[in-house]
């Protein structure tokens, strides 16, 4: 789901759009704490070198849009800041908690509106055919890695059977909320990361329910009909409703569009917050118990809550995402993608579309710890996938490119 970056591509810290016509590359950045004060700066200078070669690149947005671009662009810390005060005060979140599962169905509706108010789809059918690809082999790992390891992970860590169908349901949703600014960041093929949100969540319909009727129907009987029916309700009508009124109503939709991503941003954070503190109480009744447990030494206490339900959680959320981050840039890589399409493919597959996965699993399954480890998954996966960029900004993506290319500027797959 893109939040910060619509398919016009806004970058979080540039006031500049992207037209996917024109055949050049902007220069390599690399994005470093000793540089972070003066991105913006540099990325203008940039932009406006090209700019005097290539008219198509024009400034657009003013100041105060840049900035609430930065403010959505902290969503990893809006999501912590969310798990804390779950954990902390849980009645914080009552307000929302007690109308769900209707309010989770509404808030993941919007963030959905959100992205389809700044798609355009001629744009994404350019993109497209630019990178098709790179593309297709990007929606073929997401629903390929992800799930496999969900179901490897939830048989190999032993959880119990909510807990494992809330995995596996999180690894069969699509691209996380997050991704493209991410992969903006980590200086990855942002268009790429986009176009592969779009097309997984879209599939999400028919792939989404009958990855989780086929790896999670051993566990609890699955819906498959109605798992499709409440994907398409709350992800494909937003996002399709979102296009038309931004191509029927464009100038209303240009007031809203700069102060939507942020209103996306909380409201995906809201939807975490909420599912976690449902959950608060009960994992924090399971660790008293523990450290009370007097015929237990320390060590064993220790063990018992890392191994116990909630150390389970948080290792098998943990160890999804980061093997899905490491297969995704492993396999691009072994198909001889270039570096900057390895990086978002990578991390594309690695983070997934957590809000999802809570309103299927409160909507669809009785037991709250099925959407447990997917609103974990929010505050672990952001955090995980920012450390990721963070670690990718020091290392330019140019020195590790493939040698051959086509004309469009995407790498001849050497394995696939």
Not at 318 to 345: M, P
Not at 394 to 414: F, Q, R, T
Request: proline share 7%; charged share 10%; hydrophobic share 45%.
């Amino acid at each position: 789901m893109s939040l910060s970056i619509p398919l016009k591509l806004t970058s979080p810290t540039s006031s500049y759009y992207y037209n996917p016509k024109p055949h050049f590359k902007l220069p390599n950045i690399i994005i470093s704490p000793k540089h972070s004060q003066n991105f913006s700066s540099i990325v203008t200078k940039s932009i406006k070198h090209e700019n005097n070669k290539h008219p198509l690149l024009t400034k657009e947005k003013p100041r105060w849009e840049t900035m609430l671009g930065n403010a959505a662009s902290l969503y990893p810390l809006y999501v912590t800041i969310g798990g804390v005060v779950a954990c902390v005060k849980p009645s914080a979140f009552s307000w929302f908690v007690k109308s769900s599962p209707g309010s989770y169905s509404l808030g993941l509706g919007f963030i959905m509106l959100v992205m389809g108010l700044t798609l355009e789809f001629k744009d994404l059918v350019s993109l497209f055919m630019q990178k098709p690809l790179a593309i297709l082999f990007g929606c073929v790992a997401q629903y390929t890695i992800m799930p496999v390891l969900g179901m490897v992970i939830s048989k190999g860590l032993g959880l119990s059977p909510p807990l494992s169908v809330g995995l596996i349901l999180l690894a069969c949703c699509p691209g996380g909320t997050a991704s493209n600014v991410v992969t903006f960041i980590a200086q990855g093929d942002v268009p790429l990361s986009i176009v592969m949100t779009v097309c997984t969540t879209l599939g999400a319909v028919l792939l989404t329910p009958l990855w989780i009727k086929i790896l999670a129907g051993a566990y609890v009987p699955v819906d498959a009909v109605k798992l499709a029916i409440s994907t398409l309700q709350v992800v494909v009508v937003p996002i399709l409703l979102g296009s038309y009124f931004q191509s029927t109503f464009p100038d209303a939709v240009k007031i809203v569009t700069p102060f939507a991503p942020l209103l996306a941003v909380l409201a995906s954070s809201l939807l975490a917050g909420s599912i976690f503190s449902e959950n608060v109480v009960r994992l924090k009744s399971s660790l008293v118990s523990t450290s009370v447990a007097s015929d237990l030494s320390p060590v064993l206490r220790i063990q018992e809550i890392i191994f116990g339900e909630f150390g389970g959680v948080i290792l098998s959320v943990l160890l999804l995402h980061l093997a899905g981050f490491f297969l995704g840039y492993l396999s691009a890589a072994i198909c001889g993608f270039k570096e900057s399409q390895r990086r978002a493919i990578s991390i594309e597959v690695g983070m997934q579309n957590s809000s999802l996965g809570v309103v299927l699993a409160t909507t669809h399954f009785t037991s709250q710890l099925v959407a447990l480890p997917p609103a974990m998954s929010a505050v672990i996966m952001n955090i995980m996938g920012s450390s990721v960029g963070v670690i990718w900004s020091y290392i330019d993506p140019s020195d590790k490119e493939m040698p051959e290319a086509n004309v469009d500027g995407e790498s001849k797959p050497a394995s696939c």
